[in-house]
T-cell receptor, first 111, second 112 residues
C-alpha cells in the first residue's frame, strides 16, 4: 500500500516533550514533511527533512529520520497549550509532486 | 504578499446540483492540487495539475473535475453533488522544484 501511518491522538502536559511518530511506505521518498493544522484553518508547514538527512533541529522542533525502518518522528520540546493542533506527516516522492499525507495526530496539551 | 485563496469558504447545496470551488494563487506556481479532508481519512488527493492545460486524477477523483486555463487558477467542479462529497476541500500549490506546499484556508461543502 501507499499509506502514511500515524497514531491518532497524543495527550501531554504543558512543559513536557511531545513525540509524534510516523511511518511511510516508499523508500524512494525524497522529502518528508510535518504540517500543523489549527482548528478551522488550513495546513501550515512546520518543518521538512531531505531523505539524505538523519536529523533536523529548528528551535523547539526536532525531526528524526530512520530510513531503514521508514520511520519519521517530530519532537516538540517544552510543549505549550498553543501547540494543541493536528499534526500531519507527509511524503513526497519527487520534487514538486503531490504530497501523500497521513491521517493526522491530534495533540492535546493540558495546563 | 503572495497567497492562495479559496471561495466560497462555506457552501450548502442540494444533491444533484453542480458546484464549483475556486482556487487562486499568486505565487506563480506551476503545480496545484485539490485535497479533501474527512474525519478518519486525513487528506486525500482529488486532482492535480503541473501546468496550464495539464490535469491529472488523484486517489479520489470520481465525481470531480478540474481545468487549468491559466497559471493562477484551478477550479474544482462537482458535476452532480452527492452527500458523500460533504467535506472540507483544500487547494494547495508549490513550485515545480519542490519545497513547501502552500495551502488555502479551505472550503467547507455540505451536500443535503
Amino acid at each position: 500500500g501507499e499509506d502514511v501511518e500515524q497514531s491518532l491522538f497524543l495527550s501531554v502536559r504543558e512543559g513536557d516533550s511531545s513525540v509524534i511518530n510516523c511511518t511511510y511506505t516508499d523508500s524512494s521518498s525524497t522529502y518528508l514533511y510535518w504540517y500543523k493544522q489549527e482548528p478551522g484553518a488550513g495546513l501550515q508547514l512546520l518543518t521538512y527533512i531531505f531523505s539524505n538527512m538523519d536529523m533536523k533541529q529548528d528551535q523547539r522542533l526536532t525531526v528524526l529520520l530512520n530510513k531503514k525502518d521508514k520511520h519519521l518522528s517530530l519532537r516538540i520540546a517544552d510543549t505549550q497549550t498553543g501547540d494543541s493542533a493536528i499534526y500531519f506527516c507527509a511524503e513526497s516522492r519527487q520534487a514538486g509532486t503531490a504530497l501523500i499525507f497521513g491521517k493526522g495526530t491530534t495533540l492535546s496539551v493540558s495546563s | 504578499d503572495a497567497e492562495i485563496t479559496q471561495s466560497p469558504r462555506h457552501k450548502i447545496t442540494e444533491t444533484g446540483r453542480q458546484v464549483t470551488l475556486a482556487c487562486h494563487q499568486t505565487w506563480n506556481h506551476n503545480n496545484m492540487f485539490w485535497y479533501r479532508q474527512d474525519l478518519g481519512h486525513g487528506l486525500r488527493l482529488i486532482h492535480y495539475s503541473y501546468g496550464v492545460q495539464d490535469t491529472n486524477k488523484g486517489e479520489v477523483s470520481d465525481g470531480y473535475s478540474v481545468s487549468r486555463s491559466n497559471t493562477e487558477d484551478l477550479p474544482l467542479t462537482l458535476e452532480s453533488a452527492a452527500s458523500s462529497q460533504t467535506s472540507v476541500y483544500f487547494c494547495a500549490s508549490r513550485s515545480g522544484g519542490g519545497g513547501e506546499l502552500f495551502f488555502g484556508e479551505g472550503s467547507r461543502l455540505t451536500v443535503l
